[in-house]
């Protein structure tokens, strides 16, 4: 068994192009809660559930969003609902913008 030293070669200048491209993106545009935990799933059934009362009650979906992220204790979370609450003003749908993220 064997190493091919072209594939080791491959390996490396793809390496380096990921390394590149961090070093391309800005520092604040870059992904702050990658090895964070997502939401649990008792915090997601809480989310829908909340969000599920709140448009029955003829309470829009971007109302609704803001009242949610009013009732968040948790800075992270809150900036989530926020985000979510962004994309939906900035013309995606509501599928679109759960989709997005990787907590829902």
Known sequence: ???????ISKISSQQKGVSQDLQRTPLLERELFSFSKPFSNRK????????????????????????????QKKERHKS???LLEENLISG?????TIRER???
């Open 80 to 82: 989530l609902v926020g």
């Open 102 to 104: 990787k907590e829902f």
């Open 44 to 71: 997601k059934e809480d989310f829908y559930t909340e969000l599920g009362v709140l448009l029955k009650a003829g309470v829009t979906l971007k109302e609704a969003l803001a009242l949610i992220k009013e009732g």
């Open 1 to 7: 068994m064997g190493f091919k030293l072209e594939n």
């Open 92 to 96: 995606l749908s509501f599928s679109e």
